[in-house]
């Protein structure tokens, strides 16, 4: 039947709808859901480059995880992780929510502010990152040179070469980069409270704190949550401000899941055990993410 027959008939209409959404469909099956299916599929398999120049791919059970687990550097990159995701969400949030406050206020050259604050949301993720890594030099960098002259350092140091601070080094670099996009998502939101809201609880007498936790928090809180689940995902998967500051290094004090899964496939030619552990990032991200999504939808219909 042709195709002018099909859309005369009436199921053309129905049919309308999917073929439209077609394309997309079909994109992102190939771009997104068979990569994450073919990945989680090598974390169970024998994939290392000897076994795949020789075919001999096998399925083994779940012994790449059990390889995760046995490599002590795997609970030194969880506990970096963990603490690199904690202070990262954190601090991104509460700056992010402070400077969303600032500039939803009247105050001058506000389009200049935001314009400003938002400039190392846009600089290219490698850029900002060599930059600083030039900044954090211990002989020419500008930090080091600053801390100095204000008496803060009596001689120059290595922050990405020393174990203590190497971790804390890039933390700084990646709240300085993502602090502006969380900024932009609740200044947003905060633009969109109506202000007759913000007149009824001024004349209730909310200001202050209670103006802010019991007026202005519940407006914005899926805002909040959306800002909150995307800089954890994006926290996670900051690969190039760790490898290309410190690689991890040294001595594996800024080793984090992420970098460790990239030595497991392109260090020691092991996909397997670099699927595995991207497999265990995966789940870890989808059972928070849905976990919290879950806790917003039953707050909103209580």
Same mark, same amino acid.
Do not use: C
């Given at each position: 039947?042709?195709?002018?027959?099909?859309?005369?008939?009436?199921?053309?209409?129905?049919?309308?709808?999917?073929?439209?959404?077609?394309?997309?469909?079909?994109?992102?099956?190939?771009?997104?859901?068979?990569?994450?299916?073919?990945?989680?599929?090598?974390?169970?398999?024998?994939?290392?480059?000897?076994?795949?120049?020789?075919?001999?791919?096998?399925?083994?059970?779940?012994?790449?995880?059990?390889?995760?687990?046995?490599?002590?550097?795997?609970?030194?990159? #969880?506990?970096?992780?963990?603490?690199?995701?904690?202070?990262?969400?954190?601090?991104?949030?509460?700056?992010?929510?402070?400077?969303?406050?600032?500039?939803?206020?009247?105050?001058?050259?506000?389009?200049?502010?935001?314009?400003?604050?938002?400039?190392?949301?846009?600089?290219?993720?490698?850029?900002?990152?060599?930059?600083?890594?030039?900044?954090?030099?211990?002989?020419?960098?500008?930090?080091?040179?600053?801390?100095?002259?204000?008496?803060?350092?009596?001689?120059?140091?290595?922050?990405?070469?020393?174990?203590?601070?190497?971790?804390?080094?890039?933390?700084?670099?990646?709240?300085?980069?993502?602090?502006?996009?969380?900024?932009?998502?609740?200044?947003?939101?905060?633009?969109?409270?109506?202000?007759?809201?913000?007149?009824?609880?001024?004349?209730?007498?909310?200001?202050?704190?209670?103006?802010?936790?019991?007026?202005?928090?519940?407006?914005?809180? #899926?805002?909040?949550?959306?800002?909150?689940?995307?800089?954890?995902?994006?926290?996670?998967?900051?690969?190039?401000?760790?490898?290309?500051?410190?690689?991890?290094?040294?001595?594996?004090?800024?080793?984090?899941?992420?970098?460790?899964?990239?030595?497991?496939?392109?260090?020691? *030619?092991?996909?397997?055990?670099?699927?595995? #552990?991207?497999?265990?990032?995966?789940?870890?991200?989808?059972?928070?993410?849905?976990?919290?999504?879950?806790?917003?939808? *039953?707050?909103?219909?209580?």
């Amino acid at each position: 039947m042709p195709w002018s027959a099909v859309f005369e008939t009436g199921r053309g209409e129905r049919l309308y709808p999917y073929l439209m959404v077609l394309p997309a469909f079909i994109l992102v099956m190939a771009v997104v859901v068979y990569p994450v299916i073919s990945g989680i599929v090598s974390g169970f398999q024998d994939l290392t480059l000897r076994t795949l120049s020789r075919g001999q791919v096998t399925f083994i059970g779940t012994r790449n995880f059990e390889r995760v687990w046995a490599d002590p550097v795997f609970w030194t990159a #969880l506990r970096n992780t963990a603490w690199w995701v904690g202070a990262n969400v954190v601090a991104q949030m509460l700056l992010g929510l402070m400077l969303a406050l600032m500039l939803n206020r009247p105050v001058r050259a506000r389009s200049w502010l935001r314009a400003g604050i938002l400039l190392p949301w846009v600089v290219p993720s490698v850029v900002a990152v060599l930059t600083w890594r030039w900044m954090y030099d211990p002989t020419v960098g500008i930090v080091n040179e600053l801390l100095v002259r204000v008496g803060v350092l009596k001689d120059y140091f290595p922050f990405l070469g020393d174990v203590g601070t190497s971790l804390w080094a890039v933390t700084v670099e990646s709240i300085w980069k993502g602090t502006p996009f969380v900024m932009l998502l609740l200044l947003a939101a905060l633009q969109m409270i109506p202000r007759s809201v913000m007149e009824a609880a001024a004349m209730d007498g909310a200001h202050g704190w209670r103006l802010l936790f019991f007026v202005v928090l519940p407006q914005i809180r #899926l805002a909040f949550a959306i800002a909150l689940i995307l800089t954890l995902i994006l926290t996670v998967n900051n690969f190039n401000a760790i490898w290309l500051m410190t690689a991890g290094g040294p001595l594996n004090s800024s080793e984090t899941l992420f970098t460790l899964a990239y030595r497991y496939g392109f260090e020691r *030619m092991n996909l397997g055990m670099a699927s595995a #552990l991207a497999t265990l990032l995966f789940v870890f991200l989808v059972a928070v993410t849905t976990v919290y999504l879950y806790l917003i939808r *039953m707050r909103e219909e209580a």
